[in-house]
């Protein structure tokens, strides 16, 4: 599939391990080579980094003062999109495992070329989070998301700087230097592209519901026990 994985993860053990086995399960069940965003202080010749790199393609970004690593670890993902031109990419989690390829085949078909593509209008209905959407199978042109996040040609660090004063809030939790914890005041990059599709300039978008079953189609991290 003509399709690029861009997938994100810091130094924290919870999720680094990762991987491996989610690298495999894009290549063996979706045919699609994923790219990692690695947020590291440690060089590209330091033995971990080295480790990573024998399970696939990492691209290393720094870690930005004041800014907590876990959400630069998000963001990462969407940086390293809009390098890839005019690829199609599908940013997705690092605790998140494709089962088969037809969840992502049969979405990809519902987007319209020149759009970026999220699933799950139905998610959060009834919930706080109403009119955002989740990440997950979140695709498009690697440009459209460089024109979404406003990127342009700043480095990783510069961009990060100046998000907080890219959007106005809507729900308090837009802004990566937070460092709550509390899930109703923690930093979402979900809250942050919900304000981001409001400004002038944003890129058109497909937005449909999602389908399949999180035991059949894909695992996430709930269910790595079964």
Known sequence: MNLRPILGVNMDPKYFGFWPTVRQAW???????????????????????????????????PEVPGVPTGNLAKLARFYL???????????????????????????????QPGTILQVGTQVYDGTKAAGKLPITQMSGEGDLFRQLFRIGDLSFTDWITGLPGMVTPIDGKENPRSTATGADTRFSDESLIRALFTL????????????????????DRGWWGI
């Open 27 to 61: 290549y063996r069940f979706v045919d699609a080579v994923p790219l990692l965003a690695l947020v590291t202080p440690l060089s590209i010749h330091d033995k971990v980094v080295e480790r990573f790199r024998k399970f696939g393609r990492i691209v290393l970004l």
């Open 81 to 111: 999109a809009a390098q890839q031109g005019s690829q199609v990419c599908i940013v997705d989690d690092i605790d998140l495992a494709p089962l088969q390829s037809a969840h992502t085949v049969f979405n990809q078909a519902q987007r």
């Open 200 to 219: 002038p300039g944003a890129p058109p978008r497909t937005c449909i519901p999602r389908q399949g079953s999180s035991q059949t189609d894909w695992i």
